[in-house]
């Protein structure tokens, strides 16, 4: 995936590989601290530089974000930096933990999933499925749409931060989230239209690598030959700031899940099984496949980085 020669010296990849599995286990274990990840001083920020800036001018606008984005990235660079000698690095690896952890979701992914596929009702399940689309978006209840919008989450909330954690330590998984916070978020509704295109266009290039190196651990933990076809004909070898090609190879590898539980079912049906059709209701089989999926690849991710670590340390 990423090179070791890759890691900034602000974030060896062995701490970033200790500060993924604490914040892994600390979503596990205290669910309840997602509610510290809140962004309205960055909606201040936004609204402050505005009106000094001069509100209405897309110049002044693009200035705004940029200075509500910069000045908090490079004062944690400088105090991750300033504390990555003290006490063998301990300090620094805390607050890259901190940091990382503010920065992951803001929501919990799996919560989000597992609260539509338990749904009772039609109404409570877009109630629950609105929590995976962008604000301003119809949740869309069509397996193959839920599929999209878990891997297109997953990405903004879990690959896409980590990989910048990995590549330019705190700073880089605070401004990702602070780019993304400008699109969909609530700071972004403090931006002219002007501006968030601009936003919009940066997250898409901030997102494209990470989408291909979802595609790839999808590839190798999925079904190889259905997602190489699938990210092909959506353009995936195309340098294009746009991950279709990751939604696409998402629905091809759920479908062949589908297709071989279906047949798994089929040859264990007894008369007194419910038939394959009642089942995949009951249970949303796309959406708990399409989560396995998410974790499948993150475990993949981390495997990788593991291997990079050792292979530093042997070295």
């Known amino acids: ?49 505005g009106a000094r800036l ?42 890259g933990i901190g940091v990382l952890f503010y920065a992951w979701g803001p929501r919990d992914l799996e919560h989000d999933v597992e609260a539509v596929a338990d749904a009772s009702d039609t109404r409570q399940r877009r109630e629950a499925a609105a929590h995976l689309w962008p604000p301003g978006h119809t949740p869309v209840l069509a397996g193959g749409a839920l599929v999209e919008a878990v891997f ?25 989230r602070l780019i993304e916070r400008s ?26 690598p990470a989408a291909q190196l979802i595609v790839f651990a999808l590839a190798l933990v999925g079904h190889f030959d259905a997602v190489l076809g699938a990210w092909r004909r959506a353009g995936g070898a195309s340098l294009r700031p746009d991950h279709g090609f990751l939604t696409a190879a998402a629905r091809a590898s759920v479908r062949c899940e589908l297709d071989e539980d279906r047949a798994d079912a089929l ?32 475990l993949a991710w981390l495997a990788a980085l593991a291997l990079f670590v050792i292979g530093g340390w042997v070295s």
Not at 185 to 205: I, K, N, Q
Not at 284 to 297: K, N
């Open 1 to 49: 995936m990423i090179g070791a020669s890759l890691a900034t010296p602000e974030m060896p990849m062995s701490a970033a590989l200790i500060a993924v599995v604490v914040v892994l286990l600390l979503m596990r274990a205290a669910p309840s601290l997602v509610k510290i990840r809140r962004f309205a001083w960055f909606s201040q920020a936004l609204s402050a530089l």
């Open 54 to 95: 001069g509100e209405g001018s897309h110049a002044a606008g693009h200035a705004a974000l940029a200075v509500a984005v910069v000045v908090p990235v490079v004062l944690i660079a400088a105090v991750h930096n300033a504390l990555e000698n003290d006490v063998f690095g301990l300090p620094a690896l805390l607050l």
């Open 152 to 176: 297109r989450c997953a990405l903004r909330r879990q690959f896409a931060v980590l990989l910048w954690f990995v590549l330019l330590g705190p700073a880089g998984a605070l401004g990702y």
């Open 183 to 208: 699109v969909d978020g609530e700071p972004g509704s403090r931006l002219a239209d002007a501006t968030r295109r601009v936003a919009r266009r940066v997250l898409a290039w901030l997102d494209w």
């Open 267 to 298: 040859d264990d049906e007894s008369p007194d099984s419910p038939p394959p059709a009642t089942l995949a209701a009951r249970e949303a089989p796309e959406l708990r496949d399409a989560l396995g999926l998410v974790w499948r690849c993150l």
